[in-house]
């Protein structure tokens, strides 16, 4: 198949040799990412529905899933949630099909309720969170393009783009894994460390700024000088993984806006700021490498809830990262990679309008000298496509 697949030299220094550099990521328990872990695990469980029950996925989307914030009234030792968080599932789904009622909505609330109690274990749920289905009726013939018997590849349901890049910077690394690590690794001996963690990198030259806004739960904190000691226990961590991925000087600041005179301080009763003021969105947080990256072209396309058999929107995102994951992995030689995937509405999606690979090398290598293996490596890739449905249905992958 000839495929429209450009390879061309990225007019711009690379992104880790530029001056300024900034990168942010929004962890798990921030009301726009609780959006986005709920919208997608919703998308799965209707999807592995749909393909229980009829053996195929059918038309649904949930990515406009709304977070209405709640009110606290937090204290050390343990305080309550004065109104709940309010969580509105929105979009559209099939919930017949060929004469058989498909259990559409509680599925759904059964998928809201598994993540919220995984994700963020202090949210009672249907005491401090009420979720809410509003779904409208999608049509089962829209989806005809997939079904696991014909191995078809779908045809695009929207003219529109996804981006991708690779490799990390050392900026982009230590935003990703510190907050990963403060919800894993960190968090199972810290209890207090509420899922509400956003990091906010800044690199000026070779020094790396970190910024930490850590939401702390008030029932594991006994006091003031127990919260300080959390905050500083927080700040050594980061700073040393930071420093195990660069030797650039590194800076690290924790709850910046937290006032001891005052005693104000970023304490919770749940975990997160959805309890007090701070609403979300899907689609408002992470693109689909779990990064916001200003410094690289980026998709507004929300890939969490969308349908993983021919939404461009979800598919693109996922298989562009992947795509600049697999060059950079497979060929020597490149600095700074980014790949843009363009569909046309009604076209396979095997079948790009156009593939765009975009490379900075390194010294001493020519574009020439790498040009065909990074041909092959994106024909393959785009080839198999519809992995990445699957992948994301069994929740291999993640969109934010």
């Known amino acids: 198949m000839d495929r429209n697949i450009q390879v061309s030299r990225l007019d711009r220094q690379a ?4 001056e300024v550099e900034i990168v942010e990521r929004k962890g798990i328990g921030h009301p726009d990412s609780i959006c986005d872990g709920v919208a997608e695990s919703v998308s799965r469980a209707l999807s592995q529905l749909y393909l229980d029950r009829v053996g195929k996925v059918l038309h649904y ?21 004065v109104e709940p968080i309010y969580l509105l599932i929105v979009g559209r789904a099939t919930k017949q099909y060929d004469g058989q009622q498909l259990p559409v909505d509680s599925t759904a609330l059964a998928a809201a309720r598994d993540y919220l109690t995984e994700a963020i274990p202090e949210l009672e749920y249907g005491t401090d969170v009420i979720v809410d289905v509003k779904l409208g009726e999608g ?5 005809d393009v997939f079904g696991e018997e014909t191995q078809q590849v779908p045809m695009a349901n929207d003219t529109s783009f996804g981006v991708g890049h ?50 702390m739960v008030d029932r594991h904190v006994d006091g003031l000088d127990d919260y300080d000691d959390a905050v500083s226990d927080v700040r050594e961590f980061v700073t040393e993984l930071a420093e195990s991925h660069t030797d650039r000087a590194v800076s690290v600041d924790v709850n910046t806006a937290d006032d001891y005179d005052e005693g104000s301080v970023y ?33 507004m396309e929300a890939t969490s809830g969308k349908n993983p058999v021919n939404h461009i929107g979800k598919i693109y995102n996922l298989l562009s990262t992947r795509i600049a994951e697999s060059v950079t992995d497979e ?25 765009d690979a975009q490379i900075v090398t390194t010294d ?25 449905t699957r992948s994301v249905i069994d929740g291999d992958v993640s969109t934010f």
């Open 139 to 143: 049509s089962g013939d829209l989806q």
């Open 364 to 388: 001493g290598v020519d574009l020439a000298d790498i040009e065909d293996d990074v041909l092959a490596i994106v024909d393959e890739e785009l080839a198999d496509v519809t992995d990445i």
């Open 267 to 299: 304490l919770t009763v749940t975990g997160t700021s959805a309890e007090q003021g701070d609403d979300g969105s899907v689609g408002r947080g992470n693109r689909a490498n779990g990064l916001i990256t200003p410094n690289r072209p980026m998709s």
């Open 331 to 355: 060929v020597d030689g490149i600095r700074d990679l980014q790949v843009r995937l363009l569909s046309q509405i009604g076209r396979p999606i095997d079948e790009p309008h156009v593939a």
């Open 61 to 81: 989307n949930t990515d406009e899933t709304q977070l209405v914030a709640g009110r606290a009234a937090p204290a050390y030792g343990g305080g309550e949630v």
């Open 15 to 18: 992104v880790e040799d530029q």
């Open 166 to 215: 690779a490799p990390l910077t050392e900026t982009e690394t230590i935003v990703s894994e510190a907050e990963r690590e403060l919800n894993t690794t960190y968090h199972d001996e810290h209890p207090e460390l509420g899922p509400d963690v956003k990091i906010m990198g800044k690199r000026e030259g070779d020094r790396i700024d970190i910024t930490v806004a850590a939401a």
